[in-house]
């Protein structure tokens, strides 16, 4: 049905809005049922009831069918979508239909929201199959009647009462869980940390944050307000070194400053009386020890790590503007950044520069494995794994070779070689190496950091350094027979 949204009047505008809502929950079912069935196709059995022999996987809960695990990959990208949202979709769908009759019975009419009714598939996915009826006849009887929040609100608490014992038995299980995480950087190179710890532990934090706040407001009369000067004092937990100099030296001060015990030690003997910051003077740093604390070189305690910065050379000669890109390795997870902000993020640290490497030189090998300063090079032409839409930009991959290795391969500059080399290879996550090697999915490399990928089914993608674009199995075949030498381009296609 199509309209003139201005042609509308207010009551025709409210019946279009619910009738569009519901269109959408409908679309989404839809969705969910398209995914439930790609799992049937390639279920345990095949049409003649015959058992498969590959790899399965289980996404949903107990009771919910098994799935080949090499199918995922295709209609993720049929999909457009990352292969792990995909699978969340399907192990929700799964649920829904197999654990969870009442609840999708209701959803398919449209009278809720999907997300809903998926979030209690997940809530619900630990629940042994002959418990998880009671979230399913809680909840159906509240959907189209009540608001999500508290929908989700009565599945936790059916959760935990159709088995007491296995939830108990999980919170034990979450102590295990405790972390500290970290955000992305912002573009003004601030990020957000995040962490679940001991309650006692977090006070002990409060309380050290409090200690340095105080300190350092004593010493800089910049104005901040109570947060600012906290997340300033953080950072000082993260150098123990100049945090115990901090600490230490405001200690000896106040020690310094506390009038001579000698006339009160008789009315003192049974405990070393506070000092004026709130320590105990029994836990003050000697003089002597505070002198040996100066002297040692705490630079040794700081930590390694390798930053990996991508930055034009116009940067540097003042020709552009000076903004340099890190690369997520490791736990950094920095962001661009100007060169102004570079630099104070490295001006406490010693910096090694290695060269820069030119990524117009081939490199080969007559060996299997990838040396490291081939996979710095083939990394860098993809900046992390070349399957299509893969969000991952990790060093800690596989290097694959595109065309399958042959020690026998011919030697020298042609491109498509069978031996190791720029050439002919590619950072592959491990599950995404695995469905190559197995599944069926051709890649061929038509180009420096240039793929070509088709699917069993005949999809065909192209991945190169503007990202992943879907093409016609024509063009996927004029790129695969063009002459060595000679890339193709595709423009827009519809599909």
Request: some cysteine.
């Amino acid at each position: 049905m199509s309209f003139s949204t201005p042609d509308l009047d207010a009551t025709a505008v409210l019946h279009a809005a619910g009738a569009a809502v519901v269109e959408r929950r409908l679309s989404e079912v839809r969705e969910l049922e398209l995914l439930a069935q790609w799992a049937a196709l390639h279920g345990e059995v095949d049409d003649a009831g015959r058992r498969r022999r590959l790899a399965m996987v289980r996404l949903g809960g107990e009771g919910t069918p098994l799935v080949q695990d090499h199918c995922l990959g295709e209609i993720a990208l049929a999909r457009g979508t990352h292969v792990i949202a995909t699978n969340h979709a399907l192990a929700d769908a799964l649920d829904l239909q197999h654990r969870l009759p009442l609840i999708w019975g209701t959803a398919t009419t449209g009278i809720v929201d999907l997300w809903i009714v998926r979030k209690v598939a997940r809530l619900s996915r630990h629940l042994p199959l002959a418990r998880v009826g009671v979230v399913d006849a809680a909840i159906a009887r509240m959907l189209g009647r009540e608001g999500g929040g508290r929908i989700l609100d009565v599945a936790e608490a059916a959760i935990i009462e159709a088995d007491v014992d296995l939830h108990n038995a999980r919170v034990e299980e979450e102590k295990r869980r405790r972390y500290v995480g970290f955000g992305r950087t912002n573009e003004y190179g601030l990020r957000a940390l995040i962490a679940q710890i001991d309650a006692g532990d977090a006070a002990w934090i409060d309380a050290t944050l409090t200690r340095v706040v105080a300190i350092l407001q004593s010493r800089d009369d910049v104005e901040r307000c109570r947060d600012e000067w906290r997340a300033v004092a953080l950072g000082y937990l993260a150098r123990p070194a100049e945090l115990l100099t901090l600490l230490a030296e405001e200690v000896a001060e106040e020690v310094a400053e506390q009038p001579s015990s000698d006339a009160a030690a008789d009315d003192d003997e049974q405990a070393p009386a506070p000092c004026a910051c709130g320590l105990n003077r029994a836990i003050a740093f000697p003089q002597e020890l505070l002198g040996h604390l100066r002297a040692i070189d705490w630079t040794r305690l700081r930590p390694k790590a390798v930053l990996y910065l991508h930055l034009h050379e116009a940067a540097l000669t003042g020709q552009a503007a000076g903004v340099a890109r890190a690369e997520p390795t490791g736990n950094h997870g920095l962001r661009a950044h100007t060169l102004t902000q570079l630099h104070r993020l490295l001006h406490r640290t010693k910096v090694t520069v290695k060269p820069v490497i030119d990524l117009n030189n081939r490199v080969r090998t007559t060996a299997y494995e990838h040396p490291e300063a081939l996979k710095e090079r083939v990394y860098l032409q993809t900046c992390g794994d070349y399957w299509p839409y893969a969000a991952a930009t990790s060093r800690n991959v596989d290097y694959d070779h595109v065309t399958p290795y042959r020690s026998t391969g011919p030697p020298g500059p042609h491109l498509h070689d069978e031996q190791t080399g720029t050439h002919n290879s590619g950072p592959l996550g491990r599950t995404h190496h695995r469905w190559k090697t197995h599944a069926g999915y051709q890649a061929r490399q038509v180009g420096e950091g240039r793929y070509l990928w088709t699917t069993p089914h005949g999809l065909a993608f192209l991945v190169d350094h503007t990202g992943t674009r879907r093409i016609s199995p024509e063009v996927a075949e004029m790129i695969r027979q063009a002459p060595l030498g000679v890339d193709v381009y595709p423009g827009p296609v519809s599909y």
